[in-house]
T-cell receptor, first 114, second 114 residues
Framework: QQQVKQSPQSLIVQKGGISIINCAYE??????FPWYQQFPGKGPALLIA?????SEKKEGRFTISFNKSAKQFSLHIMDSQPGDSATYFC?????????????FGAGTRLAVHP | DAGITQSPRHKVTETGTPVTLRCHQT?????MYWYRQDPGHGLRLIHY???????DKGEVSDGYSVSRSKTEDFLLTLESATSSQTSVYFC?????????????FGPGTRLTVL
């Protein structure tokens, strides 16, 4: 299966709180797991990414936790700010037949309230 | 937007009419992709290109065709638009010289088929 399942669909967090978005996959061929952030009217922008040989990656307030055995990964946004309000997509990728096969989750709409 | 432009940015058309969307990149990347974004589905790959005149189908290619006569331009054509093709269309590129699994997205084209 090449689906990536993402939850929750929407999330409301108070300013300063922690936002957590979860994703799960089935295909063990996936070897690159990016997260994209999308603001209304804009294209998705790469936020942070991880490979399965690492259990955690942190960039500023954003952390990916990766559990290879469970085939799950999650995005944690620490000290969430109103400016983080956006739609977040997890994705999973592998190179297939010479091109990058990138499968997206359905997205999570995050609202951070002041 | 990684040197990616899309035109038009918005289009309203009628069922049965042909529509062509253009993606233009300025950085000579080899790989280009067309996705559609629909609520609840994330982004889904329509077609991709791995070089001039080299294209292949993605997961939702029915009703779409593409062409790439120059490195910088990747065209998506709906031969006879249907209401089910109302969507937001994104072009993406990836760099064969760097991490091919990193995709950068354009600003999108919102297409409405009446």
């Amino acid at each position: 299966q090449q689906q990536v399942k993402q939850s929750p669909q929407s999330l409301i967090v108070q300013k300063g709180g922690i936002s957590i978005i979860n994703c799960a996959y089935e295909n063990t061929a996936f070897d690159y797991f990016p997260w994209y952030q999308q603001f209304p009217g804009k294209g998705p922008a790469l936020l942070i990414a991880i490979r399965p040989d690492v259990s955690e990656k942190k960039e500023g307030r954003f952390t990916i936790s990766f559990n290879k055995s469970a085939k799950q990964f999650s995005l944690h946004i620490m000290d969430s700010q109103p400016g983080d309000s956006a739609t977040y997509f997890c994705a999973a990728s592998f190179l297939s037949g010479g091109y990058n096969k990138l499968i997206f989750g359905a997205g999570t709409r995050l609202a951070v309230h002041p | 937007d990684a040197g990616i432009t899309q035109s038009p940015r918005h289009k309203v058309t009628e069922t049965g009419t042909p529509v062509t969307l253009r993606c233009h990149q300025t950085e000579n990347h080899r790989y280009m992709y067309w996705y559609r974004q629909d609520p609840g589905h994330g982004l889904r790959l329509i077609h991709y290109s791995y070089g001039v005149k080299d294209t292949d189908k993605g997961e939702v290619s029915d009703g779409y065709s593409v062409s790439r006569s120059k490195t910088e331009d990747f065209l998506l054509t709906l031969e006879s638009a249907t209401s089910s093709q109302t969507s937001v269309y994104f072009c993406a590129i990836s760099d064969s010289a760097g991490n091919q699994q990193v995709q950068f997205f354009g600003p999108g084209t919102r297409l409405t088929v009446l």
